[in-house]
């Protein structure tokens, strides 16, 4: 049936003011990342692909004088962060708390005789306890994420892959996300257009059918892209390798569900305690405390409003 010139009048007009309507995209398979930290060896490859692909600026270079970490922390033009986790000149007997583990397979190997009690001067980093944790670090993707729900423009939504996505268009820059993920990930551009910024798990390549730029970039396969259902099976059977070679201390983060109420479509194997990699062991969602905060703000609008019939009829 064609359309009449009033009617196409109409949704000019409607567009102009609305802007055109699309179709949503069909809905795809949930995808993510799962970052295994014992193959990261902190070569920011990651990094670099992640400025490159997106167009992000360099941060300035700083000397922080405490490591070699020249990023520091996830911002709204850092996407990507390799973390490095110095533990040098940490006591050997085991009394370091987190570390203890580590620490007693150093004690045993050298009761066997299997490495010196004294390092060489060129000692690798299993003869003594010293050591580096490195993590490369991005938005978690949350089933059920922070930063959504505290958005009051609509501006941060769920693509058809179940990512977390800003729509900058949409954003207003009021900073209600950067609250409310609990862990720093999403940040405003305080220099720029002053909007919300953070991984969008590269969504123009999804869409193309490509890998993020992070895990096409990653020479260790440390970074991993797929299914979130295929991923998360593959942490726990990497998981159950590490532990039968003796690595007693590496755990997942994020792949099961009692993170947020969903768990997280970017999940992590860890090999020490969530807080050593600065992530939170259980992260609050805010959305869990309305419900209880307005229940007792009707309480007390209630107490107030009777208090005030009394006060007015003592009157």
């Known amino acids: ?19 055109n309507r699309m179709p949503p995209a069909p809905q795809q398979a949930a995808m993510g990342f799962f970052t295994d930290t014992s193959l990261c060896i902190g070569c920011k490859a990651c990094e670099v692909a992640c400025k490159q692909w997106n167009q992000l600026p360099a941060a300035e270079a700083q000397w922080t004088g405490s490591s070699y970490d020249n990023t520091g922390q996830l911002s709204a033009t850092t996407w990507r962060h390799v973390q490095f986790i110095e533990h040098i000149g940490r006591r050997e007997n085991g009394s370091s708390g987190l570390y203890s583990g580590i620490d007693a397979h150093i004690a045993e190997a050298r009761s066997a005789g299997l490495i010196p009690f004294t390092p060489p001067g060129t000692a690798l980093p299993f003869f003594n306890t010293d050591r580096w944790l490195m993590q490369s670090d991005v938005c978690k993707h949350c089933a059920n994420a922070p930063c959504q729900e505290a958005c009051p423009t609509g501006a941060i939504i769920r693509t058809e892959f179940d990512t977390v996505y800003v729509q900058q268009d949409i954003c207003n820059g009021c900073g209600y996300c950067v609250v409310a993920c609990p862990f ?4 405003r551009d305080e220099r720029g257009d002053g909007r919300a910024h953070k991984c969008t798990l590269c969504y123009d390549r999804m869409k193309d059918g490509i890998e993020p730029a992070c895990a096409k970039a990653c020479p260790t396969a440390s970074i991993q892209f797929g299914e979130v259902e295929t991923l998360k099976a593959h942490a726990r059977e990497r998981l159950g390798f590490l532990h039968t070679r003796g690595v007693k201390e590496a755990r997942l983060y994020g792949v099961d569900d009692d993170i947020l109420d969903g768990g997280l479509n970017s999940s992590f194997l860890l090999l020490d305690e969530p807080e050593v990699y600065n992530l939170p062991a259980n992260p609050a969602r805010p959305a869990n405390n309305v419900a209880p905060a307005s229940l007792w703000t009707i309480l007390a609008a209630m107490i107030l409003g009777l208090f005030g019939i009394i006060f007015f009829r003592e009157d």
């Open 1 to 19: 049936m064609a359309i009449k010139p009033s009617q196409r009048s109409a949704q000019s007009v409607m567009g102009a003011l609305v802007g």
């Open 184 to 187: 720093g990930v999403i940040a």
